[in-house]
């Protein structure tokens, strides 16, 4: 990418990712969301476009693309629906992190299905009492000749119950960040159950719930990379998974801002159209305005991360938050544009609030955002 500009292939991407969130998305985003319905099937489409394995090594059948191009890709999927986009990004993460620490023999039993969908991927991080403190989870997994008894449960897992694969991070050692390590867990491994689905607020599309394991035996073959290297895994992991979400939430907002402007040139209030209001143009210049600032950041933060810049831990961060942040402020200013219409189902606003809402919390919460980048300045500091 030369500075503020898109490549042509790099708009044909975006272009076919828009062309399918049109046609194979927004259609039916409202429909799945009442129903709670996991589009599997659409997703296997976006897979056979590469949209399931965008940034994997092309030998195990990935699209070998840059963090950049699935910041495009999954912002266009989320004009369609944001949470099938985001769960899109979660199988992503999980394939990528198969990808880049594991063995070849490992990459070759998984990433070729996974790129495919034919096998579904789901992460594991989060417990009960350890979400923002990953560093305490407690899922216990204790070496036992050729493979590791796992014991524990992992809370608000993203396709759990249809997911095939589990990459879950799982306590080998200590206390602490160095005692953590990844496993990949196979749904059909006897001792592993789910809890029962959540009711959210939003992301219906996607299935959420506990993944239990009761003495499943794990062969030592399914660890990716060394014992204690869990943590770093899953941190490299979140790098670009905020990224995609950050791209997801200004996918969806905007879909909101579009309707919005199409509604207020329809809308008649007081012998006039509302979008001949200036109080509301400026509203919508605010909304694109910000929208295009957390956009071109994200874009210098996915590039950064590309680049495997020695801050771009700290750029994914602020992207995320930024991107986050401004999506749902945008999405709600959309819905309030859209007056009482806009708390009615019909008219897909309310949908979209709901689903960016979460995104403010999940790959690390925005308070989490700050304290990385906070950390970094005082850490600086002391250089």
């Given at each position: 990418m030369t500075q503020f500009s898109l490549t042509d292939d790099q708009i044909a991407i975006r272009d076919m990712a828009l062309a399918f969130a049109a046609e194979r998305l927004a259609p039916h985003a409202l429909e799945w969301d009442e129903?709670?319905?996991?589009?599997?099937?659409?997703?296997?489409?976006?897979?056979a476009l590469g949209m399931a394995a965008i940034y994997i090594r092309d030998d195990v059948g990935g699209s070998g693309m840059t963090r950049l191009d699935a910041a495009l890709i999954f912002e266009a999927l989320a004009t369609g629906c944001p949470a099938v986009a985001a769960f899109l990004s979660i199988h992503n993460m999980a394939t990528w992190m198969i990808d880049r620490y594991g063995t070849d023999e490992q990459r070759r039993r998984y990433v070729p299905r996974l790129a495919t969908m034919e096998l579904?991927?789901?992460?594991?991080?989060t417990e009960p009492g350890s979400g923002s403190d990953a560093a305490a989870l407690k899922t216990k997994a204790v070496r036992?000749?050729?493979h590791y008894v796992v014991n524990g449960v992992?809370?608000?897992?993203?396709g759990a119950g249809t997911s095939d694969i589990y990459v879950t991070m799982v306590r080998t050692g200590e206390e602490g960040a160095s005692g953590i390590s990844t496993l990949v867990i196979e749904k059909d491994m006897p001792g592993v159950s789910f809890g029962a689905q959540e009711k959210k607020m939003g992301w219906n599309a996607q299935p959420t719930a506990?993944?239990?394991?009761?003495d499943v035996r794990v062969p030592v073959a399914n660890r990716l990379s060394d014992e204690g290297m869990g943590f770093k895994i899953a941190m490299a992991g979140l790098d670009g998974g905020r990224l995609n979400i950050g791209a997801c939430s200004l996918g969806g907002a905007q879909a909101a801002l579009d309707k919005a402007l199409a509604y207020a040139?329809?809308?008649?209030?007081?012998?006039?159209?509302?979008?001949?209001?200036?109080?509301?143009?400026?509203?919508?210049?605010?909304?694109?305005?910000e929208l295009e600032a957390a956009r071109t950041f994200l874009w210098r933060a996915a590039a950064a991360l590309d680049a495997k810049a020695l801050d771009a831990t700290k750029l994914c961060a602020m992207a995320k938050r930024i991107a986050t942040d401004t999506g749902f402020e945008v999405a709600n200013q959309a819905l309030q544009i859209h007056g009482g219409y806009g708390y009615l189902a019909d008219y897909g606003i309310e949908k979209i609030v709901r689903d960016l809402r979460v995104h403010q919390i999940l790959e690390g919460t925005n308070e989490i955002m700050r304290l990385i980048v906070a950390r970094d300045l005082v850490g600086r500091g002391n250089r």
């Open positions: 129903k709670k319905h996991f589009p599997v099937d659409a997703m296997r489409e976006a897979a579904i991927a789901s992460y594991c991080l036992d000749g050729d992992k809370q608000f897992i993203s506990a993944v239990i394991f009761e040139q329809d809308r008649k209030a007081f012998g006039k159209r509302i979008a001949d209001m200036q109080a509301l143009q400026f509203r919508f210049a605010d909304m694109a305005t």
